[in-house]
């Protein structure tokens, strides 16, 4: 499998050679970006796989009796996307029951509207959000068996979006955490049910074998909402704000101008990584992903969540790394010259995006050695042992001290950590 993953990166670095030289634009600089690119991507598999395995192994062990992670129906929707994300695709439904046992319980909160949560937490219960994770993690089970809630979790998603409301005429193409119309509608659950919907959309075609789902419609009334909430001159207008162009092209959390680093209209990382990829669900025009894609290059910043104040720097910071993993791996697809790199200007140093998250990553984590009492089957192999007892093993977390967003609960940041891992692992 890794030997393949190596094939892949080979392959592709090749491929960007070819249309260097086809396109005229062959270089010492283009061939050594080419060449530096895989050398990076080789020595980096390792240490992600290492990580995302350490990672995973602790999650495990936090399994509720009942199925659930820390007992919540979100946390344990993304948990389960992160075993079966793994790039070796180690884990299945089939060889690891203990993942059986969260999709069944994920699969108990499904309600008549096609929403999956706890409608017993009433306004805590998020339908939207619980629904989107809880689709993307049986969507990733690869199985017809959940055809229906599929089917139906697509049906509800797209069924909050605010397309009457006249009076809101600002919200117009958006999502909210409930199904309350007077609520605020907001960039991150509308990006979260684009993201769902591009997922779900492949396993309807290549599992299901079905026809394209058409959701043209939700999609063109979402881009009148995202660019609503992209940082520009119209839109400073309209916010009562006069903050700079520089600060152009990122993203805040509504289009009322609401952002979360407490300054109206002021982007900040988490949000406009979101912004990026949601640009990219909708066809949006190659100049605002230029924007988009320039205010995360000026604004590059790993230890903390870019554009927040000093005492909340890490607020959403795991969030911030999922999203930006999500939205960096999408823009590598449409790049065709520097790929996989942060650009900053001539004369500056070249820095790949995926290897300085990667390293935050995995800098960031807590290692737990523990003494194996039995033997630990190979998680690509259960007939095979990978620990035996008395080996030492090595379990990792990842913690942020900011409790924002519920980002004190380390499942929910290890989940977080895994995925963005994962999402490096899957560029070309």
Same mark, same amino acid.
């Given at each position: 499998?890794?030997?393949?993953?190596?094939?892949?990166?080979?392959?592709?670095?090749?491929?960007?050679?070819?249309? $260097?030289?086809?396109?005229?634009?062959?270089?010492?600089?283009?061939?050594?970006? !080419?060449?530096?690119?895989?050398?990076?991507?080789?020595?980096?598999?390792?240490?992600?796989?290492?990580?995302?395995? *350490?990672?995973?192994? #602790?999650?495990?062990?936090?399994?509720?009796?009942?199925?659930?992670?820390?007992?919540?129906?979100?946390?344990?929707?993304?948990?389960?996307? !992160?075993?079966?994300?793994?790039?070796?695709?180690?884990?299945?439904?089939?060889?690891?029951?203990?993942?059986?046992?969260?999709?069944?319980?994920?699969?108990?909160?499904?309600?008549?509207?096609?929403? $999956?949560?706890?409608?017993?937490?009433?306004?805590?219960?998020?339908?939207?959000?619980?629904?989107?994770?809880?689709?993307?993690?049986?969507?990733?089970?690869?199985?017809?068996?959940?055809?229906?809630?599929?089917?139906?979790?697509?049906?509800?998603?797209?069924?909050?979006?605010?397309?009457?409301?006249?009076?809101?005429?600002?919200?117009?193409?958006?999502?909210?955490?409930?199904?309350?119309?007077?609520?605020?509608?907001?960039?991150?659950?509308?990006?979260?049910?684009?993201?769902?919907?591009?997922?779900?959309?492949?396993? +309807?075609?290549?599992?299901?074998?079905?026809?394209?789902?058409?959701?043209?419609?939700?999609?063109?009334?979402?881009?009148?909402?995202?660019?609503?909430?992209?940082?520009?001159?119209?839109?400073?207008?309209?916010?009562?704000?006069?903050?700079?162009?520089?600060?152009?092209?990122?993203?805040?959390?509504?289009?009322?101008?609401?952002?979360?680093?407490?300054?109206?209209?002021?982007?900040?990382?988490?949000?406009?990584?979101?912004?990026?990829?949601?640009? +990219?669900?909708?066809? !949006?025009?190659?100049?605002?992903?230029?924007?988009?894609?320039?205010?995360?290059?000026?604004?590059?910043?790993?230890?903390?969540?870019?554009?927040?104040?000093?005492?909340?720097?890490?607020?959403?910071?795991?969030?911030?790394?999922?999203?930006?993993?999500?939205?960096?791996?999408?823009?590598?697809?449409?790049?065709? +010259?520097?790929?996989?790199?942060?650009?900053?200007?001539?004369?500056?140093?070249?820095?790949? #995006?995926?290897?300085?998250?990667?390293?935050?990553? $995995?800098?960031?984590?807590?290692?737990?050695?523990?003494? !194996?009492? *039995?033997?630990?089957?190979?998680?690509?192999?259960?007939?095979?042992? $990978?620990?035996?007892?008395?080996?030492?093993?090595?379990?990792?977390?990842?913690?942020?001290?900011?409790?924002? #967003? +519920?980002?004190?609960?380390?499942?929910?940041?290890?989940?977080?950590?895994?995925?963005?891992?994962?999402?490096?692992?899957?560029?070309?």
């Amino acid at each position: 499998m890794m030997w393949t993953k190596w094939f892949r990166t080979i392959l592709a670095c090749l491929t960007l050679l070819i249309t $260097i030289v086809v396109r005229g634009e062959v270089s010492y600089a283009s061939l050594t970006d !080419a060449f530096d690119y895989y050398e990076v991507r080789k020595n980096l598999t390792p240490l992600i796989i290492d990580s995302i395995d *350490q990672g995973l192994r #602790w999650l495990e062990i936090q399994q509720g009796p009942d199925g659930l992670f820390h007992g919540q129906v979100g946390i344990t929707a993304l948990v389960v996307a !992160a075993f079966l994300k793994h790039p070796e695709q180690k884990y299945n439904l089939r060889t690891h029951p203990f993942l059986q046992r969260s999709v069944n319980a994920l699969t108990s909160y499904s309600n008549l509207d096609g929403s $999956i949560c706890d409608r017993s937490l009433l306004q805590m219960a998020h339908p939207s959000y619980t629904t989107s994770v809880c689709l993307l993690a049986l969507a990733a089970t690869n199985s017809r068996n959940y055809y229906q809630q599929i089917r139906d979790g697509r049906t509800f998603l797209k069924s909050l979006q605010m397309v009457k409301d006249e009076d809101h005429a600002r919200y117009f193409g958006g999502i909210n955490y409930s199904l309350d119309q007077q609520e605020n509608y907001d960039l991150s659950n509308l990006s979260l049910a684009l993201l769902t919907l591009d997922e779900t959309r492949s396993y +309807m075609t290549k599992v299901m074998k079905q026809t394209l789902p058409d959701d043209s419609s939700f999609l063109s009334n979402a881009k009148k909402f995202i660019l609503r909430c992209q940082s520009n001159e119209a839109n400073e207008d309209y916010w009562g704000t006069n903050l700079g162009s520089n600060h152009y092209g990122g993203f805040i959390y509504s289009p009322n101008g609401e952002s979360k680093t407490m300054v109206t209209g002021k982007p900040y990382g988490s949000m406009t990584a979101a912004g990026l990829l949601s640009l +990219m669900h909708v066809n !949006a025009k190659e100049s605002h992903l230029r924007d988009t894609f320039e205010w995360i290059c000026n604004n590059w910043q790993l230890d903390k969540n870019p554009g927040m104040n000093r005492n909340q720097a890490t607020k959403g910071l795991y969030y911030y790394y999922y999203n930006l993993a999500l939205a960096l791996a999408a823009y590598e697809e449409i790049r065709t +010259m520097k790929k996989g790199q942060i650009i900053f200007g001539k004369e500056q140093p070249k820095v790949f #995006w995926f290897q300085e998250l990667a390293e935050a990553l $995995i800098k960031r984590k807590i290692v737990n050695s523990v003494v !194996a009492n *039995q033997d630990i089957p190979d998680p690509a192999n259960p007939n095979e042992s $990978i620990f035996y007892v008395g080996d030492r093993v090595d379990l990792a977390y990842w913690r942020n001290q900011s409790s924002f #967003w +519920m980002e004190r609960d380390t499942v929910l940041t290890t989940a977080y950590a895994v995925l963005a891992l994962e999402v490096i692992m899957s560029i070309e």
